[in-house]
């Protein structure tokens, strides 16, 4: 594998994380806004708006990744762009088997992670 290197025939190399879930057992918790910081200015120059400025793609669930929300997108950055973080909100109150995460990224560009954190508030017993 070449360090750069970000397809393979052609096909996109595909970046899955899908971080610990997070909870507050027993207790649920609100997912008030969560925060990826990503390796910053990875688009390239292209003619391909996928590559030129990448998408991240954002999945959650509720029941340990049984089921999964619809796919949201955010934006990584532009080539040259800096101090990316990426910030999500909306996310909704969860029960006692907590939050998965699942973020993804097939551009055919560096593809890096470097922080996540979420900003969350324990329900009352």
Request: no cysteine; aromatic share 8%; glycine share 10%.
């Amino acid at each position: 594998m070449s360090s750069t290197a970000y397809s393979e025939s052609e096909n996109p190399l595909e970046m899955i994380i899908q971080p610990p879930a997070v909870h507050a057992y027993p207790q649920g918790l609100k997912i008030r806004r969560a925060f990826l910081d990503v390796i910053p200015g990875v688009g390239t120059v292209s003619s391909d708006t996928d590559d030129a400025n990448p998408d991240l793609i954002v999945r959650h669930s509720f029941d340990g990744g049984l089921n999964w929300s619809a796919e949201r997108h955010e934006p990584i950055g532009a080539a040259g762009k800096r101090l990316t973080r990426v910030r999500m909100k909306n996310f909704g109150k969860l029960g006692e088997d907590g939050f998965q995460f699942q973020f993804r990224v097939s551009a055919n560009v560096i593809k890096g992670v470097t922080g996540f954190a979420v900003d969350a508030e324990p329900l009352r017993a």
